[in-house]
Nanobody, 121 residues
Framework: VQLQAFGGGLVQAGGSLRLSCAAS????????VGWFRQAPGKEREFVAW???????TYADSVKGRLTISRDNAKNTVYLQMNSPKPEDTAVYYC????????????????WGQGTLVTVSS
């Protein structure tokens, strides 16, 4: 399976933006998927996770502002960013969760290429 993240861009703080993670090659409808992000000069960090059921889990820093969802008919996982803050500026990545803790990137595979989100104040 190959994943492609897209939908990033420049958004004003308090606005909204939706990122998409599209899968090709095979269906990932029964796989958990996670979003991570990497801000300039920082390590990549966990953002959100969704199971096939779908259950969702979020990093504390984004709870209430970012929402992860999936559309199995479209083989796509989304990350809705509402009221983003300048500290949400980062390259956002999606990947399939295969093992281990949902917040540990070492358990993920099939990383997409990332999409840049810039939040202006």
């Amino acid at each position: 399976v190959q994943l492609q993240a897209f939908g990033g861009g420049l958004v004003q703080a308090g606005g909204s933006l939706r990122l998409s993670c599209a899968a090709s090659g095979r269906s990932f409808n029964y796989f958990p998927v996670g979003w991570f992000r990497q801000a300039p000069g920082k390590e990549r960090e966990f953002v959100a996770w969704i199971s096939w059921r779908p259950d969702q889990t979020y990093a504390d820093s984004v709870k209430g502002r970012l929402t992860i969802s999936r559309d199995n008919a479209k083989n796509t996982v989304y990350l809705q960013m509402n009221s983003p803050k300048p500290e949400d500026t980062a390259v956002y990545y999606c990947a399939v969760h295969e093992r281990g803790s949902y917040y540990d990137e070492r358990g993920y595979n099939y990383w997409g290429q990332g999409t840049l989100v810039t939040v202006s104040s």
